[in-house]
């Protein structure tokens, strides 16, 4: 059975960083894309970054700059680097995978059919 677990989440002030980690487990083929996306109460779940399998990787102009997304390939594992943040960033974090092509999956969680739990991240002003 194939699973994403996401940690890293935490309470940080405004201008601060984390980095959030999402391990794979039960995957048998090498996703074509990963991605991660977040929701806020009340609002969307909204695409974040992705990166395929060449390490080819967008971002949603909202973190532009100041969020890197990384594959470990050795550790199968994911991570978002999130500096500078703000009081925006606050939101539930999501790690996600697909079989698709990131250009055909773009940003839209309807694309991604494996997800991991979530990690809450929090950021004060």
């Known amino acids: 059975q194939v699973s994403l677990a996401e940690s890293g989440g935490g309470s940080v002030q405004a201008g601060g960083s984390l980095r959030l980690s999402c391990a794979r487990s039960?995957?048998?083929?090498?996703?074509?894309?990963m991605a991660w996306f977040r929701q806020a109460p009340g609002k969307e779940r909204e695409g974040v970054a992705y990166?395929?399998?060449?390490?080819?990787?967008k971002y949603h102009d909202h973190v532009k700059g100041r969020f890197t997304i990384l594959k470990d390939y050795g550790n199968n594992a994911l991570y978002l680097q999130m500096n500078d943040l703000k009081s925006e960033d606050t939101a539930m974090y999501y790690c996600?995978?697909?079989?698709?092509?990131?250009?055909?999956?773009?940003?839209?969680?309807?694309?991604?059919?494996?997800w991991g739990q979530g990690t809450q991240v929090t950021v004060s002003s």
């Open positions: 996600a995978a697909t079989g698709s092509y990131c250009e055909l999956s773009a940003l839209i969680p309807t694309s991604f059919t494996v």
């Open positions: 039960g995957f048998t083929y090498s996703s074509q894309c």
């Open positions: 990166i395929d399998r060449y390490g080819k990787t």
